[in-house]
């Protein structure tokens, strides 16, 4: 009831300290952001209609000093044909050579109402004749229009393929892309005032491209009067030709006659949009945009802050009001952290350190530290088992039903490993040096047998017994135990080598391998039992590797644990044996290597896997 009392009442004082600072919070919040986002997407739009002017003023700067030059050159053109004075067709040349910007420029002259192309003047390192023609035929000038009195700006792109390309003029064929910018305007008038001379100017656009090459997140480029870019930030646009005809804004000033125009769209691909239109004075359309997420940003940014700031308040609030129960609540918290860490394994961890008060709760810190005393001893116990006994038996003990453990019969292959002429070798070495041997030798093998899945159920001296399906039988514990035996072979050939490295005397070994039926359980007095595995299965297992000696061989299997592992290994008939305690003969088989899974035959032999047969006590040889 005290505790359902104390959250209660800090409920209630979240929900009145709520009430009070969020909608207050929240109309401060709300227009504090109304405003600053009204203040702030303005001057934005300000600033990119300043950015879309100071632009287009920079625009019309460049074209009419292009426009300039146009007529300079035209009105030349007029003053050679009046004129045997060469000075003045030289200047012509000389202007056209030393000007950076110009690339050709084409005289127009009307004859019987129509407009025909008189002259040619040809910057000698840009272009030639058939390149001009070219140019001229894939992007026809709007000449009429120049004939009425207007002054005409179009893009002339055009790619080239240069590995194919055969123009005369190595020059004029080492770009990829053409880009230049034709200017069309009347020249010269006749008495009535009929246009009679044109020029049609060809500017390399490089220059009024660099005016609009600036990135960033507002954009700003330039089109022609019909919707053609001449100018972009991203250049493949005036490499490729590309037409803006499509696009909200370009479109919007195309049909409309006014000079500047704001709008709002929304592109297909970035979304709400902002951008302004400016006509400059000869035609040309600047276009600035910007996406209406970077305008509102510094918006969303306060916004953000201001939640964030609010945020804080509100916390600091609650935290007060938790403030009193945290100090009951902190020390029962702080022991169920405890407990987490003792059933995780964590023993070493004391109450009394971390809870001080003289409390119930102290109290229940007390008896916690008595528990866990209680638990570290028995965990001792059990690793000094673990040691005595081997892991594998404390597991096995600990899974296994009270009913079981009486004994169990269940399917296990069984296998036995005995040191060859061990008594001749203790008799040559001192006590230290054989137990250093075994050892070594144990240390090997044992870990082959874990690798493969199986249960080491104890040491004989020298011998080792071990046991698959131990203490649940599956499928492929026979196929693990001949892998294990024929690893235990490769292994003793790599020690043997490290012994005669070191000058010691190479060992060999007996494996005896068989399957059958065995009871598994606790067999002992009732002070001190083992868990192990008994019955005719295991004494023939032995009985086998005893026959290793008479066979001339380190591995021997029974018929039941061929027929078992024969699709895995390659196995060899070695003979019938009569061992002591059968009455019938036993069929023994050699292991000679291992099948992989495309059926591909290994034999794994050594220098210790086939010796001279021997008689062997126990044993002998039927056939």
């Known amino acids: 009831m005290k505790k359902l009392f104390r959250l209660s009442i800090a409920v209630k004082l979240i929900f009145a300290t709520l009430g009070l600072l969020i909608p207050t919070s929240y109309f401060l919040v709300s227009r504090s952001l109304d405003y600053f986002e009204v203040t702030t997407v303005q001057k934005e739009y300000d600033f990119n209609e300043s950015q879309a002017i100071s632009r287009a003023t920079e625009a019309e700067n460049i074209l009419q000093g292009l426009l300039e030059k146009s007529r300079s050159v035209g009105t030349l053109y007029e003053m050679s044909r009046h004129s045997t004075n060469e000075d003045i067709v030289n200047s012509i040349y000389t202007t056209l050579e030393n000007d950076r910007d110009i690339v050709a420029v084409d005289i127009y002259k009307s004859e019987e109402g129509k407009f025909v192309l008189e002259k040619s003047l040809l910057k000698s390192k840009a272009v030639d004749e058939a390149m001009l023609n070219r140019l001229r035929i894939k992007n026809p000038f709007p000449i009429e229009s120049v004939a009425q009195g207007q002054i005409e700006i179009v893009p002339i792109i055009e790619k080239h393929d240069v590995a194919n390309e055969q123009a005369e003029n190595a020059a004029a064929n080492s770009k990829e892309t053409t880009t230049w910018m034709a200017i069309g305007q009347p020249i010269s008038k006749d008495e009535l005032g009929q246009i009679q001379s044109i020029t049609v100017t060809y500017f390399d656009l490089a220059r009024l491209q660099r005016a609009f090459s600036k990135k960033g997140d507002r954009v700003v480029f330039l089109v022609d009067a019909r919707g053609n870019v001449l100018a972009h930030p991203e250049e493949d646009n005036v490499f490729n030709a590309i037409t803006l005809r499509d ?10 006659t006014e000079s500047r125009k704001r709008m709002s769209f929304n592109d297909p691909k970035l979304g709400p949009m902002f951008g302004i239109y400016v006509r400059t004075a000869m035609g040309p359309i600047v276009v600035a945009e910007v996406s209406e997420s970077f305008i509102t940003y510094p918006a969303r940014k306060a916004k953000h802050t201001l939640v964030k700031l609010t945020g804080f308040a509100l916390s600091v609030s609650i935290f007060l009001v938790f403030l009193l129960s945290m100090a009951l609540s902190s020390p029962i918290e702080k022991l169920a952290g405890l407990i987490r860490q003792v059933s995780a394994g964590n023993l070493d961890v004391t109450a009394k350190d971390q809870i001080k008060t003289e409390d119930e709760v102290g109290e229940l810190a007390t008896v916690f530290d008595e528990m866990v005393g209680g638990l570290r001893e028995r965990q001792k116990a059990y690793s000094v088992m ?32 005995d040191l060859r002429d061990f008594t001749k070798f203790s008799e040559g070495h001192t006590p230290e040096e054989v137990v250093v041997m075994l050892n070594e030798y144990f240390d090997v093998m044992v870990k082959i047998i874990a690798k493969h899945g199986g249960w080491l159920d104890k040491f004989i001296g020298d011998a080792i017994m071990a046991v698959w399906g131990v203490p649940y039988t599956g499928d492929e514990d026979a196929v693990r135990a001949t892998r ?19 000058g010691h005397t190479p060992i060999k070994i007996g494996v005896g391998l068989h399957c059958g039926d065995a009871i598994i359980g606790k067999i002992g007095a009732t002070e001190r039992a083992n868990l192990t595995v008994i019955g005719d299965t295991v004494n023939q297992a032995s009985r086998i590797e005893s026959s290793t000696k008479a066979f001339g061989t380190d591995i021997l299997l029974s018929q039941e644990t061929v027929d078992l592992v024969e699709k895995h290994f390659v196995i060899e008939y070695g003979g019938s044996a009569e061992v002591k305690g059968k009455a019938d003969a036993l069929k023994l088989y050699k292991l000679r290597g291992y099948k992989d899974q495309d059926g591909q035959v290994h034999l794994i032999k050594t220098e210790w896997s086939d010796y001279q047969a021997e008689s062997a006590d126990k044993v002998k040889v039927a056939s």
């Open 247 to 256: 696009h909200k804004l370009v479109d919007a000033a195309l049909d409309s």
């Open 386 to 417: 673990r040691q005595a006994l081997g892991a594998s038996v404390i597991d096995t003990l600990m899974t296994m039903k009270d009913e079981d453990m009486g004994g169990k019969k269940q399917p296990v292959a069984v296998l036995f490993s």
């Open 484 to 502: 294990a035996a024929l690893e235990m072979r490769v292994e003793l050939d790599l020690l043997n080598q490290r012994r005669m490295e070191r």
